[in-house]
């Protein structure tokens, strides 16, 4: 997961969030929530969340061919009808992060400062869920070799509470996943580092500068896959008092 950038909302996106709120809060008021008021309109939103965060889902960074039909609410609809078109909590995700991991859950530090029917967030609600949007993901969730496996895994960075939340609300341990992180190492970051290690292995000092420069910014291009875990694949080669020895700078993406 890496911090997303959604830009300003559509021009026209004001006037539904109000008319939409109106018909909600008597929908709600009266029946309770019912996910099929929420309604078909969202396709266009949907549309361009998808192309401005690289039709990536923003929690996995899988890349998803086509929009599909999962308009992600950070904060649920089911518990926050009323942010149900606001900007700042819409994001495009993967149906299996969606709908299969995460559903209706968001956990808060304290379940008494949750907000109140039409208050606006955050108010004094700490959530568990990382917010890739408002925050970088990278503080919270470090990928590391696991050593009795030998998989890539997400693991809370340093001791983060809410870095082990995110993988757990998400399931971000789930196992195609995993897999689909293996391959992602395997094939497009690994040729790279042995390639990388052959030229340090000459000491020439300027050709491990050209190679890393030619190399690490492209693989961590914010429009590929998982570009989180190539960033701390790359970390584990190459740590920090080695890159410092070379001259060589590894930017979060
Ligand atoms: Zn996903």
């Known amino acids: ?16 969030r109000r008319v939409e709120r109106d018909r909600f ?15 078909t309109r969202y396709t266009e939103v949907k549309t361009l969340l998808w192309q401005r965060q690289d039709a990536k889902c923003c929690y996995c960074e899988k890349l998803c061919e086509d929009v599909g039909s999962d308009l992600e609410h950070y904060r649920p609809a089911s518990r926050y009808w009323w ?14 992060c969606n709908r299969w991991a995460k559903n209706d859950e968001f956990p808060l530090a304290d379940e008494a400062a949750r907000l109140r029917p039409e208050e606006d967030p955050p ?3 700490k959530p568990q869920l990382v917010d890739p949007a408002a925050e970088d993901p990278l503080d919270a969730i470090q990928f590391v070799l696991d050593a009795v496996s030998g998989r890539w895994v997400p693991r809370p960075r340093g001791a983060s509470v809410r ?29 790279d580092v042995h390639r990388l290690q052959e030229v340090m292995r000459t000491g020439d000092e300027r050709a491990v500068r050209d190679e890393w ?3 690490v910014p492209r693989s961590l291009q914010r429009t590929a896959s998982y570009v989180a875990l190539t960033y701390d694949v790359l970390d ?11 001259g060589l700078v590894l930017s979060r993406p």
């Not at 809060?25 to 309604?39: H, I, K």
């Not at 819409?90 to 149906?95: D, H, I, K, Q, T």
């Not at 584990?236 to 070379?246: G, L």
Request: charged share 30%; glycine share 6%.
């Open 123 to 125: 108010g004094g609600e």
């Open 163 to 191: 870095g082990a939340e995110t993988i757990r609300i998400l399931e971000l341990n789930r196992q195609a996943l995993l897999e689909l992180f293996q391959r992602h190492v395997r094939q497009y970051v690994m040729p």
């Open 25 to 39: 809060r008597a929908v709600f008021a009266s029946r309770g929530f019912d996910r099929r008021e929420l309604g």
């Open 83 to 96: 942010l149900a078109w606001t900007w700042e909590n819409l994001l495009f995700a993967c149906p299996n």
């Open 213 to 215: 420069n030619r190399r």
């Open 1 to 16: 997961m890496i911090r997303v950038h959604r830009g300003a909302e559509p021009s026209d996106l004001s006037e539904l």
């Open 236 to 246: 584990h080669f190459f740590p920090e008092n080695e890159r410092n020895r070379w």
